[in-house]
């Protein structure tokens, strides 16, 4: 039986979605079939367009897409510093050898790493498949996503 990990991505925080990268690569460069379920505020990690912009269909989802910058200005979860804190963390990654969020985003998709977008979230902030990267291999709802997970670990982050 091959081993799998799925992972749901509810954070848009810069330390949880470098968790999230950082254990599907890791899985994956060991043979695992990994899943990635991206939700929320998760959802901040596979966007296209990159930058704070009002996209969305009606003033609140606006609002949300606002929020919703991509990763490069992704938040830390604490101690976030007015944005500064996710650029020490970039530049203390490269000073240590280790892969930034952007790079290990790219290995996800080098990888074959199977990206995966709520479908409910998407409806609830007004986002629509083509506001994501190409790699998102589907919109799904919960159980579909459960049905994929099953005989796997699954973790929540």
């Given at each position: 039986?091959?081993?799998k990990?799925?992972?749901?991505?509810?954070s848009?925080?810069?330390?949880?979605l470098?968790?999230?990268f950082?254990?599907?690569?890791g899985a994956?460069?060991?043979?695992?079939?990994?899943?990635?379920?991206?939700?929320?505020?998760?959802?901040?990690?596979i966007?296209k367009?990159?930058?704070r912009s009002?996209?969305?269909k009606?003033p609140?989802?606006?609002?949300?897409?606002f929020?919703?910058?991509g990763?490069?200005?992704?938040p830390v979860?604490?101690?976030n510093f007015w944005g500064?804190?996710?650029?020490i963390?970039?530049?203390?990654?490269?000073k240590?050898?280790?892969?930034t969020l952007?790079?290990?985003v790219e290995?996800a998709k080098?990888?074959?790493?199977?990206f995966?977008?709520?479908?409910m979230a998407?409806h609830v902030?007004g986002?629509e498949k083509?506001?994501?990267i190409?790699?998102?291999k589907d919109?799904?709802?919960?159980?579909?996503?459960?049905?994929?997970?099953?005989d796997?670990?699954t973790?929540f982050?």
């Amino acid at each position: 039986m091959a081993k799998k990990l799925s992972i749901i991505s509810f954070s848009g925080d810069f330390d949880k979605l470098t968790a999230v990268f950082t254990l599907a690569t890791g899985a994956a460069a060991v043979g695992y079939e990994v899943n990635l379920f991206f939700t929320f505020w998760g959802l901040n990690a596979i966007k296209k367009k990159q930058g704070r912009s009002f996209s969305g269909k009606n003033p609140l989802t606006k609002l949300f897409g606002f929020f919703m910058g991509g990763l490069k200005v992704a938040p830390v979860s604490r101690l976030n510093f007015w944005g500064i804190s996710p650029k020490i963390f970039r530049s203390l990654m490269r000073k240590n050898n280790v892969a930034t969020l952007e790079e290990l985003v790219e290995a996800a998709k080098v990888l074959g790493i199977n990206f995966y977008a709520c479908e409910m979230a998407m409806h609830v902030l007004g986002l629509e498949k083509e506001d994501f990267i190409p790699e998102i291999k589907d919109v799904l709802g919960v159980a579909t996503f459960l049905k994929l997970a099953d005989d796997g670990q699954t973790l929540f982050i």
